[in-house]
């Protein structure tokens, strides 16, 4: 995989059969099954789905 979360999410989730692809120039968004999301909306489906643990949380 990669240091880059999104990525790792976008990965992760064509792991499970899902299109996932940069739609154009911005590289904060990406289209998921036709879908337009942002890199943090990527992220949180790849681990809605449990494909990216979730970051710890402080306390």
Avoid: K, Y
Wanted: proline share 7%; hydrophobic share 40%; aromatic share 4%.
């Amino acid at each position: 995989m990669t240091d880059n979360p999104s990525h790792e999410a976008a990965e992760a989730l064509r792991t499970i059969g899902r299109n996932v692809e940069p739609p154009g120039d911005d590289l904060g968004l990406w289209l998921v099954d036709g879908h337009e999301c942002s890199d943090v909306e990527l992220i949180a489906l790849a681990q809605l789905f449990g494909l990216l643990a979730e970051p710890e949380q402080a306390n």
